[in-house]
């Protein structure tokens, strides 16, 4: 779920609580799907490596797991604009940090997150919606860089 929406919804839910009138309007638009879109692919990422890690590693899966479970465990609006705030920040932040030593060991992986995570940047400032090309553009470049990869591995063996 966008941000945006998340934002707007905790508003709403904030001024019900405190007996305030609240009229919830929010205007939808196409880069709230877009960003939506990311999230579930950065969400699907966390759980392709913590399945994995429970297949090979059950020690780093359960260190591993506590990652997932804050990130996405999550019972309420706030904790979820949060989360998405702080993966926003990790993704977008100068240091190598917890993005590529913890999250995503697939150094693919941590770029395409890197990379999705400055697109979203501006989107979550209110400075710039993402478009469908700009989107396009991401998926293009992973998908390229990703047969890549398989061609090397293949001419490897």
Known sequence: MSL???CKLEDHAEAK???KPTDFTFQHELCHDFESL???IVYA???RRKNTLAATDPTRHVAYKKY???YWGIHSQTK???SHQSLVMSGTGRSRGIVETVLFHDLLEAEFFRDAMRLLRPQVDGEEMITYEKVQ????TYI???KQATLSTLAAT
Request: aromatic content about 12%; cysteine-free; glycine content about 4%.
């Open 17 to 19: 609580m405190w007996g």
């Open 4 to 6: 945006d929406l998340l």
């Open 68 to 70: 997932v479970d804050n």
């Open 38 to 40: 990311i999230w579930v």
């Open 45 to 47: 990422m966390m759980v």
């Open 137 to 140: 553009s991401l998926f293009r």
């Open 144 to 146: 390229q860089k990703a």
């Open 80 to 82: 979820l604009v949060q």
